[in-house]
């Protein structure tokens, strides 16, 4: 007899603002440029993906593509959802 696990959404779990803001940390500290975009993907569907892609100026398609597994986004298209998802960054010296 085998058991079926569910699919785990990460997105369920981004509930408030902090618990956003550390996951991101997270993924920058691991500097994989794949998962950054993912992350936003998963920030995005736990703020609502036609509310940032309003915010961000993009059409609600082009911010599914700009996010999608695979994609190549400007760095542009980054800032603007970054900007959107009302997070800001941080730089220090390592």
């Known amino acids: 007899m085998t058991e079926k696990l569910l699919d785990f959404d990460i997105a369920s779990h981004l509930e408030s603002d902090e618990m956003i803001a550390e996951y991101l940390s997270q993924v920058f500290a691991d500097g994989d440029s794949d998962e950054l975009i993912r992350a936003l ?54």
Do not use: Q, W
Not at 61 to 71: Q, R, T
């Open 41 to 94: 993907g998963y920030i995005a569907k736990a703020k609502g993906m036609a509310s940032i892609a309003d915010k961000s100026g993009l059409g609600r398609e082009s911010l599914y593509k700009a996010l999608s597994p695979g994609s190549k986004p400007r760095f542009d298209t980054i800032f603007k959802v970054i900007n959107a998802l009302g997070v800001r960054l941080h730089v220090e010296p390592v």
